[in-house]
């Protein structure tokens, strides 16, 4: 039933007719002001012909859903009026992880998106391959295996809102739980029957796998930093700065990247708590920050003042990481390769 306020139509005005008219208007106002609503019961005008299935001329199967705006496609041909495509947060009770669930996963940046060359052991490829395939490693989604080995997150990137994005979902992970998921992979990463072949002859993505998985805390702690004066990620801000792309070297060196000589990161409140969360955790001496963290900060101070950073190692602690005696070496020509990769995708 369709309600609607009956109003008089206008009509040639005579003498007479204005008297009604008045008298029904004073009606109406009275009626109105009571809160009394006339109903017009008679059918609704069609103006042509009418759906059998809808007095609206709209069929069910006439009806469309709005466009995705993450660009995902349907995978339902309906949807229930109950549900709702608003991000949510679940939390996984096994794992104590929480996460946050969004409309568009599938444009989530992932590890290792181009897949392993050919001189990786079989039994390394298929460890691998189900370690990124582990729905808690995909919910903890490392930031610290994104940063060297992921094309998509190279793409995503090149836009602060996409970088940002991406942030929310790496910086919505438990830190604590998903340490020890990256802990056991690193540890089990390092058995015969997996990849310990393929870490002695220094494949570099599985090394580079290895130290990814070892550095998950201090690179998510980083990654998720905030600018205090504007609330951006820093690292969304560092990499996004075409004008001093050394904002975002410094983001490397839990990843046994040395700081390159050249760079001249800007001196603000982004660098000082990122090299402080690096000092703190080159308390794991057999972490990468206690071979590279003193070398990088000695150069930070040499730009940003004598006293901006602490430039020594915090003290010892026994580390909680898998060890894995492969070889230590300062990583520059991978730092260039991701600038490479990363000059290519522009």
């Known amino acids: 039933i369709e309600e609607r306020l009956v109003e ?3 009509a ?13 208007g004073s009606a109406l106002e009275r009626l109105a002001k009571s809160g009394v609503l006339l109903v017009d019961h008679s059918p609704y005008p069609h103006t042509g012909p009418l759906d059998a299935e809808s007095d609206y001329g709209v069929s ?3 009806l469309r859903r709005r466009e995705d705006p993450f660009g995902n496609e349907s995978t339902s041909s309906s949807a229930s009026p109950s549900s709702s495509s608003s991000p949510t947060t679940t939390t996984s009770a096994a794992a104590g992880i929480a996460t946050a669930t969004l409309a568009s996963m599938s444009s989530v940046p992932t ?14 490829s298929s460890f691998m391959n189900d370690m990124l ?4 490693f995909t919910q903890c989604l490392p930031f610290s295996l994104l940063l060297q080995n992921s094309l998509s997150f190279f793409q995503a990137a090149k836009s602060l809102v996409k ?11 438990n830190v604590t739980s998903c340490t020890k998921v990256m802990n ?5 990463m390092t058995q015969s029957s997996t990849c310990a072949s393929d870490l002695t002859s220094a494949n570099p993505l599985i090394a580079s796998a290895h130290l990814g998985l070892q550095a998950y805390k201090p690179m998510y702690q980083a990654s998720c930093l905030r600018n205090p004066s504007s609330n951006a990620y820093c690292f969304a801000e560092a990499i996004t700065n075409t004008s001093n792309p050394s904002d975002s070297f410094i983001y490397h060196l839990p990843l046994n990247v040395t700081l390159p000589g050249g760079s001249m990161p800007t001196c603000d409140d982004c660098l000082q708590q990122v090299m402080g969360v690096f000092e703190a955790a080159s308390s794991d001496r057999a972490g990468a920050l206690a071979s590279d963290y003193v070398g990088a900060a000695t150069q930070v101070n040499a730009i940003c003042g004598p006293t ?6 915090a003290a010892s602690i026994k580390s909680s990481g898998a060890q894995f005696s492969s070889g230590r070496h300062t990583n520059t020509g991978m730092l260039l390769l991701v600038l490479f990769a990363a000059s290519w995708l522009l």
Request: glycine residues 2%; negative net charge; hydrophobic residues 40%.
């Open 12 to 24: 040639p005005a005579s003498s007479e007719d204005l008297d009604v008219q008045e008298s029904i």
């Open 163 to 173: 970088i940002t994005q991406t942030l929310d979902i790496t910086c919505a992970a």
């Open 184 to 188: 056991s992979f690193a540890t089990n």
């Open 133 to 136: 395939a582990n729905a808690t």
């Open 60 to 62: 069910v199967n006439d």
């Open 8 to 10: 008089p139509a206008p």
């Open 111 to 124: 590890p290792f998106d181009s897949g392993f060359s050919s001189n990786i052991s079989a039994t390394c």
């Open 308 to 313: 901006f950073v602490n430039a020594s190692l």
